[in-house]
């Protein structure tokens, strides 16, 4: 949402929004309410009403339709991702392959996430210190998180991590892992206990920051579960490969009966997103990372946007 409101070039505001209990009910019976909010965030939803409201989550459409509604339409509703419901309710909807959401003159569909709004970082004096003492090239590897239908069993970190080494005993070069907010405990811990006593290095605290080994590495390999990581990991323009991981037994039940026509394939589907990123050539493997020349996405977002109020491209 940052990424696209600061490309617009125009002034904006930014709420943050907290629900209570309502917010599990169907966005269908919500209808255009604060119903689902709490009494501390819609305090802040109050007029004069702006001309455009960006949102994202399912949560949030609620909420966005209510804003319209209140402006007696004069709002623009631009929803960002899979907002689960009819995108026609919508003034345009922004998303990406992993969501399939149905073909309409108010859906654009990205190749992959929009840029991430902060600056590079390059490294402090102390991060420089710990970085320039590894050996290069600089192999970050990076955990993401399970959800529903797919997992990162710690043997199949561990077995990318193994790969990485190898690669790094025949090629020289240090693997430095780090995982995110997502990462369950047990991952971690056991690409960390892979890595110790050995040159490399596993991130566990606040030293290196993660911005700071983006800009630092010569390599950077994503697990496949992330569609944020894996984006920002290919706008650095340096080799990127991409780590497999298994569906989980939900998600291969899923995947076997959508395979049959039964039901639609699970959203968000992660497949579909793969598929996008290998036939584009934009991403490679842990033996073959690839770089890949791509125009950050949020400049079509933009234009999309600007074409719904009506504004000329800025230059």
Same mark, same amino acid.
């Given at each position: 949402?940052?990424?696209?409101?600061?490309?617009?070039?125009?002034?904006?505001?930014?709420?943050?929004?907290?629900?209570?209990?309502?917010?599990?009910?169907?966005?269908?019976?919500?209808?255009?309410?604060?119903? #689902?909010?709490?009494?501390?965030?819609?305090?802040?939803?109050?007029?004069?009403?702006?001309?455009?409201?960006?949102?994202?989550?399912?949560?949030?459409?609620?909420?966005?339709?209510?804003?319209?509604?209140?402006?007696?339409?004069?709002?623009?509703?631009?929803?960002?991702?899979?907002?689960?419901?009819?995108?026609?309710?919508?003034?345009?909807?922004?998303?990406?392959?992993?969501?399939?959401?149905?073909?309409?003159?108010?859906?654009?569909?990205?190749?992959?996430?929009?840029?991430?709004?902060?600056?590079?970082?390059?490294?402090?004096?102390?991060?420089?210190?710990?970085?320039?003492?590894?050996?290069?090239?600089?192999?970050?590897?990076?955990?993401?998180?399970?959800?529903?239908?797919?997992?990162?069993?710690?043997?199949?970190?561990?077995?990318?991590?193994?790969?990485?080494?190898?690669?790094?005993?025949?090629?020289?070069?240090?693997?430095?892992?780090?995982? #995110?907010?997502?990462?369950?405990?047990?991952?971690?811990?056991?690409?960390?206990?892979?890595?110790?006593?050995?040159?490399?290095?596993?991130?566990?605290?606040?030293?290196?920051?993660?911005?700071?080994?983006?800009?630092?590495?010569?390599?950077?390999?994503?697990?496949?579960?992330?569609?944020?990581?894996? #984006?920002?990991?290919?706008?650095?323009?340096?080799?990127?490969?991409?780590?497999?991981?298994?569906?989980?037994?939900?998600?291969?039940?899923?995947?076997?009966?959508?395979?049959?026509?039964?039901?639609?394939?699970?959203?968000?589907?992660?497949?579909?997103?793969?598929?996008?990123?290998?036939?584009?050539?934009?991403?490679?493997?842990?033996?073959?990372?690839?770089?890949?020349?791509?125009?950050?996405?949020?400049?079509?977002?933009?234009?999309?946007?600007?074409?719904?109020?009506?504004? #000329?491209?800025?230059?």
């Amino acid at each position: 949402m940052l990424a696209l409101a600061q490309g617009l070039g125009l002034p904006f505001e930014t709420r943050s929004l907290r629900y209570n209990v309502v917010r599990r009910l169907d966005n269908r019976l919500l209808g255009r309410s604060l119903v #689902s909010v709490l009494p501390s965030s819609a305090r802040w939803l109050q007029p004069p009403w702006p001309d455009l409201v960006i949102a994202i989550g399912q949560r949030s459409v609620p909420v966005a339709r209510f804003i319209r509604h209140a402006s007696r339409g004069k709002t623009k509703l631009v929803q960002l991702g899979n907002p689960r419901m009819n995108p026609n309710i919508f003034d345009l909807v922004i998303t990406l392959p992993q969501y399939a959401i149905g073909k309409s003159d108010r859906v654009v569909q990205l190749p992959f996430a929009m840029g991430s709004p902060h600056a590079p970082e390059p490294p402090t004096e102390v991060e420089s210190e710990i970085l320039d003492a590894l050996p290069r090239p600089h192999r970050l590897m990076v955990l993401g998180g399970p959800n529903k239908h797919w997992q990162i069993p710690p043997e199949i970190a561990v077995s990318a991590a193994r790969t990485l080494v190898e690669r790094c005993d025949r090629e020289g070069g240090t693997v430095i892992a780090i995982g #995110s907010p997502r990462t369950p405990p047990a991952v971690a811990h056991a690409v960390e206990q892979a890595l110790d006593g050995t040159r490399h290095r596993f991130v566990g605290g606040s030293v290196p920051r993660y911005v700071s080994l983006l800009e630092d590495a010569d390599e950077i390999h994503v697990t496949a579960d992330s569609v944020s990581m894996l #984006s920002e990991a290919v706008f650095t323009g340096k080799p990127v490969g991409m780590i497999p991981i298994p569906a989980t037994p939900r998600g291969r039940l899923r995947q076997a009966v959508s395979n049959r026509g039964l039901l639609p394939p699970p959203r968000p589907d992660l497949r579909a997103f793969w598929t996008s990123l290998e036939q584009e050539g934009i991403v490679g493997t842990l033996q073959a990372p690839r770089s890949a020349e791509v125009d950050d996405p949020t400049r079509k977002a933009v234009g999309a946007v600007l074409r719904l109020l009506g504004i #000329s491209r800025r230059q």
